[in-house]
């Protein structure tokens, strides 16, 4: 029988996992298998630079944390897996979708996003969102567009009382 100090470390893991989760707005469940740890540093460089972060726990710890929180990864919990904890919605889904593409080892599998289960495609629409700074680019034009279009037809109106 385990004793009781390795049981209490346990339920400490478990209480991590879970406060991050919980914390988290992105979270993503991936397979690293075959990635070099120069790659995996490369990853967890540009994680950082978005405030998110990368994990391994072993996958049972992993179940019981995400049985505490009423979440089920059933299927997905089976073999190497690491777990990325992002503060931000958008940017750590938009970094590991990109190194996804760039290296055909990093299998994204689920994830959660703001509190709900998301699968493969739902985190594939995530990373096509543009970023913030690309959508608010978007809105500027869209309003220049407005003040474009005003100012011909206040000019069209302006020569048609001068003549």
Not at 25 to 34: A, K, N, P, R, T
Not at 109 to 136: F, H, W
Request: hydrophobic share 45%; charged share 25%.
């Amino acid at each position: 029988m385990a004793s009781s100090k390795i049981i209490e470390e346990k339920k400490q893991i478990v209480k991590e996992i879970t406060s991050n989760i919980k914390d988290s707005e992105s979270v993503i469940l991936f397979q690293y298998q075959g990635l070099t740890v120069a790659e995996l540093s490369e990853l967890r460089k540009a994680l950082r630079d978005v405030d998110a972060s990368i994990k391994v726990y072993k996958n049972t710890l992993l179940k019981r944390a995400l049985d505490d929180l009423n979440i089920s990864f059933d299927g997905f919990l089976e073999g190497p897996n690491a777990i990325l904890f992002g503060k931000n919605l958008l940017e750590p889904i938009k970094v590991i979708s990109e190194f996804a593409k760039n290296h055909e080892k990093l299998l994204l599998r689920v994830g959660i996003i703001s509190g709900s289960v998301a699968d493969l495609d739902t985190i594939k629409e995530y990373a096509s969102i543009p970023s913030r700074d690309g959508l608010l680019t978007m809105l500027a034009a869209g309003m220049m567009e407005h003040v474009r279009n005003l100012s011909i037809a206040l000019n069209m109106y302006a020569d048609g009382k001068e003549s």
